[in-house]
């Protein structure tokens, strides 16, 4: 068996890409336009598309470690910025509804896909809209896990209204969140009540991605928290837990995060490589690439993390 590094898991070529921020038209409750940063590779054609949400009070410009790699290997990516990041008043009246203008934001991306794509030069005819994957971080993956059929259960305990996009081929959701209810602590439980979901119904084909070391304090549990979207969602396929990670897996917020605590290039390669070959086969452009990041990973002799599979 090769004992080649645990990343290891592509060896797609590269692109140069090419970025551009952009204003869409927004419902006129969410109170602001909304601001999207688009990134493609300057050549190829029929190319999928990946909307990203970031985590709390992050932006479009965070996370350039993931999104210009995707970019670079054949994906437009668009990162809207979520109102979380202008640091709303507690008394303004979109606080409580953030998490659902958060869904809204997404759904609005793809409501406007047209705009994205005459809003990049060069990107015009280029774009493959029957291949589209949404991810998330922290925050991001629960609104994208809301896309992908969860629902935040009401204070009556059953499962709200369901917000899937059925436009949504495959999710990834990197340090997702897990159940409330008691497993929340007093923090959580007061100031995040939309931290509920119900993942029942979350069965758009999906990657989870948890660090082993992600103590939060929004839970009473362990690191196994973020492993409730795998055992409970039955599009929930493939779980990727990362040895030693914590909850920036790394570091794929990118250098403007000065909260993460487990840098590690190499965890951070991990993530960008595993979900490529992951994106690569659930959108029918590689079948093999997800098999051979999983047998990369149990081939290595000191793996950075373990796949496991419904």
């Keep these: 068996m090769s004992d080649a590094p645990a990343t290891d898991v592509s060896t797609d070529s590269t692109t140069p890409i090419s970025s551009v921020e952009l204003v869409l038209p927004a419902a006129p409750d969410r109170g602001h336009d909304l601001q999207v940063r688009v990134s493609a590779p300057t050549t190829g054609h029929d190319l999928p598309v990946i909307v990203f949400s970031h985590g709390m009070a992050k932006s479009m410009n965070d996370y350039a470690p993931l999104a210009d790699y995707w970019a670079a290997r054949g994906f437009v990516v668009v990162q809207p910025t979520h109102l979380d990041s202008l640091d709303l008043a507690s008394d303004d009246p979109r606080t409580p509804l953030i998490w659902r ?102 069965k758009t084909p999906s990657l989870i991605v948890a660090g082993d070391h992600d103590d939060s304090p929004l839970t009473v549990r362990g690191p196994d928290w973020f492993t409730d979207g795998y055992l409970l969602g039955p599009g929930a396929t493939d779980l990727l837990t990362i040895f030693g990670a914590e909850h920036g897996l790394g570091g794929v917020e990118g250098d403007k995060d ?53």
């Design 258 to 310: 000065a909260q993460t605590t487990d840098e590690s290039p190499e965890r951070v390669a991990l993530v960008q490589r595993a979900t490529l070959a992951y994106l690569r086969t659930a959108l029918g452009l590689d079948n093999d690439a997800w098999p051979t990041a999983r047998g990369t990973l149990t081939a290595t002799s000191a793996p950075l993390g373990r796949i496991d599979s419904k």
């Design 101 to 202: 203008i958060r869904a809204a934001d997404l759904t609005s991306v793809l409501d406007q896909l047209d705009s994205v794509e005459a809003g990049l030069p060069g990107l015009a005819g280029r774009v493959d809209r029957d291949r589209i994957a949404a991810i998330g971080h922290s925050w991001g993956a629960q609104t994208v896990s809301m896309l992908a059929g969860a629902r935040v259960v009401d204070t009556n305990g059953a499962p709200g209204e369901s917000m899937a996009d059925p436009r949504i081929d495959t999710a990834v959701l990197l340090s997702l969140p897990g159940i409330g209810g008691a497993d929340l602590t007093a923090f959580a439980a007061e100031n995040f009540p939309f931290m509920s979901p119900d993942f029942a119904e979350m």
